[in-house]
């Protein structure tokens, strides 16, 4: 019963996920301050969470405050970026250009930590690009879905690098407590640009945000880590894989946001690499 209820969590989490590309729609303010808002609600709730779980939120040694300050304008830069994405094109071509994440992450990870290469990743990664290309219908910085594939790639790339930096603080503390630190110091980047630019937010805006920050973040993470207690990591993976799935049905949905032939085409070709490539990699760390 309890691995059904860490599934379901899990499953729930990635939904979330999938949905929080829409506030880029449902949101006419900058990506910045979408990004700026999202991470205050969220490191509140976060913080509400912990705390009434009695959780420690000291950080030891003293110096991991630096790197968890760092991965916090990581984190600012990946999500404007995602944002920006969407903004500019579609949910889908966020979401797909965002998920080639692991093919920067398998030529980064061996440099960060000094470990083999997995061949087999290589042409996993050659089959994702040959995805992203297909997305796109030409080179040209005029054309908006072209654009979007590029803010996406770079999505991506901060994405793959926030996440093997976090391989060094997972190894000492809680998922939880990252996020929590990784969030409040985004916001706290992004605070002197809002003080400065003084976007207006209406009412309703401000609802999807919390919303967004309360709802697609921190409840999504929590949900997560928690099903993480009784899943294993490939499993938790391949369904994380399922995201952008789960945000281009909640497009159409609610956006009436159909993908193009191609779009599609080439997202079940990237989707494909990067299952793959999670499987590999899965099975040489030895989880079945």
Not at 17 to 45: D, E, Q
Request: some cysteine; glycine content about 6%; charged content about 10%.
């Amino acid at each position: 019963m309890n691995k059904h209820k860490s599934l379901l969590e899990i499953h729930s989490a990635v939904l979330f996920f999938g949905l929080a590309g829409l506030f880029g729609k449902w949101l006419s303010i900058s990506p910045l301050t979408i990004v700026f808002w999202r991470v205050f609600f969220a490191s509140v709730a976060l913080a509400l969470f912990l705390w009434f779980s009695k959780q420690n939120f000291k950080i030891l040694p003293a110096r991991n405050y630096i790197l968890l300050a760092m991965l916090g304008f990581i984190l600012s830069v990946h999500w404007i970026c995602f944002f920006k994405s969407i903004q500019v094109s579609t949910v889908a071509v966020g979401l797909l250009s965002f998920s080639t994440y692991p093919v920067f992450t398998t030529f980064f990870e061996p440099l960060f930590f000094k470990e083999k290469i997995i061949k087999i990743n290589i042409f996993f990664s050659v089959l994702c690009i040959s995805g992203v290309f297909l997305i796109m219908p030409r080179f040209d910085l005029n054309n908006s879905t072209y654009i979007g594939v590029l803010w996406g790639l770079l999505s991506s790339f901060t994405f793959a690098v926030l996440t093997i930096l976090n391989r060094k603080l997972t190894r000492n503390y809680s998922s939880l407590i990252i996020v929590f630190y990784q969030d409040s110091f985004a916001m706290l980047f992004l605070l002197p640009f809002i003080l400065i630019m003084h976007p207006l937010v209406n009412t309703n805006d401000m609802l999807l945000l919390a919303i967004l920050g309360v709802l697609c973040t921190a409840g999504a993470h929590t949900l997560f880590i928690e099903g993480m207690k009784q899943i294993k990591a490939q499993t938790a993976s391949i369904i994380h894989s399922l995201e952008p799935v789960y945000g281009i049905v909640f497009a159409f949905l609610f956006l009436q946001e159909m993908p193009s032939p191609r779009t599609i085409l080439g997202g079940i070709i990237i989707l494909f690499g990067q299952a793959l490539m999670i499987f590999k990699v899965s099975k040489l760390k030895g989880e079945d």
